[in-house]
């Protein structure tokens, strides 16, 4: 496949076995609007980014795979939740579990050591030590970003890591896309998609 074509086979096979629920797409949406405005954000105020994303970002986004997402027998893609696991190309639940653990423990590790070990200055109040709230986990989303893509030149291929650390970047995009009408279906009692895998999405 070429690149395109291998990103849109990637983002096909995250709709189809992890976006079944309305509850987790309109949650998708909603961190996908907090992640546009956080890129927008990054150059002017770059605390108030990193922490839009995180806090509302990537909690909503979690959230819903966590909770809402279907977790038995897919009968539509004849598939297990442990196969969808065992094959996920980004991070799994495993994975993401390891990567919440870390963000969670993170504002407490800099308040025992607020100098991280040497890396930041001693913070004088709560608003440096935001800052560096703010630039540890910029470093954890990048260090997770690099890692995954890099460990996937390995077991995968250079393109399936490069056309997955594009997807990342891109996904607020075209989650806001994709799922923009998942509220209202929400409001209307619609809780699993009917169509989630009958069709691609462009």
Known sequence: ????????????DDHRYYHHSRINQSLHFMSAVSFVCAYVLVFTHP??????????GMCSRQAGHFFFEPKHYDHVNQATHEYKEEVKVGYNLRRKVVLMGLWALSPLVLYFYPTLFGIFAAPADWHEFLNNLALTWIGLAVGGLVFRTVHLFFIKDVQSGLVWFTKILTDP?????????????LLRGELIDPHHAQHRHG
Request: charged share 20%.
């Open 47 to 56: 605390v108030a980014a990193v922490l839009l994303g995180w806090i509302v």
């Open 1 to 12: 496949m070429t690149f395109f074509e291998a990103l849109k086979e990637q983002r096909w």
């Open 173 to 185: 995009f075209h989650d806001i896309k994709l799922y923009h009408k998942a509220p209202l279906h």
